[in-house]
């Protein structure tokens, strides 16, 4: 990512020397180091305050009201950062600064692509990865996030073409060339939360039996999906037989896993399987949870839990999962931690 930071100067530089760039970055510490590497930049430059277009008094007193140091830092050089981790004051002041060209940098995480209208004569993004706590490892970005940053470069109202710079290791080039420039399918995430939505289904009432689910999936856009590119699927062909084999087993692996999460019961009729919900599979569905969070409150509810069982454990459920640290809130989470004795959870053992 560092690497990245001086052709971000210099495609400023080139293609937006006077007007609006905008510069999306993969997390919010990206943002502040990319800011700091621009202003070293500049500062070898002629003029090291070109993209502050207002007053130094103006933007002093704008300063004033910041509460974030390393935004007080960057505005005077006409950058801002824009992030979840800002407080909300801080958010809109930048926000206004920049929609009135009063700063012509404004370096952002890429849910700004996705929040507020803000285009820019000129749209740099500075890496296709992101962190995956998941996962815990870097994975790319899904196109359609890709698209809708590219998509903020140019103003209609002002400019008769935009310009959007992809910043991409080598090995990756071709695929966004490719991407970029011819049609790129858009698969189905259907399986990643299939035991959910099947779950969803049997609560309803809506599918009782196994035939029931084949034909449910056979009309969403997974299935379509599937005939089209079964490799991407994990499908070898698409000769029907194969594909009847494909969908039982996969029903099969969703039914199994509802019955461990208890979410699902089986009925037998007339030598028929009917697939019955419980009353956690009511729960799940009625509250849209996951069924493993369902199966982790199962296992881990007691009579006699605490407020503070009772906390750790919310804590634990799948919903929460990705939810992301913002700047400076480990600080308020180790003071509450330390005034509330609070227990934290780190790798699966309990530390006090």
Request: net charge negative; charged share 25%.
């Amino acid at each position: 990512m560092i690497s990245m930071n001086r052709p971000t100067y210099q495609a400023i530089r080139q293609h937006a020397p006077d007007s609006p760039a905008l510069v999306f970055c993969s997390s919010r510490k990206q943002t502040r180091l990319t800011a700091s590497d621009l202003i070293n930049y500049l500062a070898i430059d002629a003029d090291p305050k070109q993209w502050l277009k207002c007053s130094e008094e103006n933007i002093d007193m704008v300063v004033s009201t910041i509460s974030d140091p390393d935004l007080k830092h960057f505005l005077p050089f006409g950058i801002g950062i824009h992030h979840a981790g800002l407080q909300e004051r801080d958010r809109k002041t930048v926000e206004e600064l920049f929609v009135n060209q009063k700063i012509q940098v404004l370096i952002a995480t890429a849910t700004l692509a996705w929040g507020v209208n803000f285009p820019a004569h000129l749209v740099v993004i500075k890496g296709t990865e992101y962190y995956d706590g998941k996962t815990k490892r870097y994975a790319d970005m899904p196109i359609t996030d890709v698209l809708q940053m590219m998509g903020r470069a140019g103003r209609p109202q002002f400019d008769t073409s935009g310009v959007a710079c992809v910043f991409v290791h080598d090995l990756k080039k071709n695929f966004y060339k490719k991407f970029l420039y011819e049609p790129f399918p858009i698969e189905s995430n259907l399986l990643e939360v299939l035991p959910d939505h099947v779950n969803a289904e049997i609560a309803a009432e809506t599918v009782s039996t196994k035939e029931n689910l084949v034909e449910y999936i056979k009309w969403t856009y997974f299935y379509r999906r599937l005939l089209q590119n079964p490799t991407y699927y994990n499908l070898d062909n698409i000769e029907e037989e194969t594909v009847q084999t494909y969908l039982s087993d996969l029903i099969d692996s969703v039914i199994v896993e509802l019955i461990k999460t208890n979410c699902i019961s089986i009925a037998l009729h007339e030598d028929l399987c009917y697939f019955k919900p419980t009353f956690f599979g009511h729960i799940t569905s009625f509250y849209y949870l996951s069924h493993e969070t369902v199966a982790h409150f199962q296992k881990q509810f007691k009579p006699t839990n605490s407020i503070d069982d009772l906390i750790q454990i919310l804590c634990q459920s799948q919903e929460y999962a990705l939810f992301p640290v913002r700047h400076n809130e480990d600080k308020i989470n180790e003071k509450l931690i330390r005034d509330l004795g609070i227990t934290t959870i780190k790798n699966g053992s309990t530390d006090s």
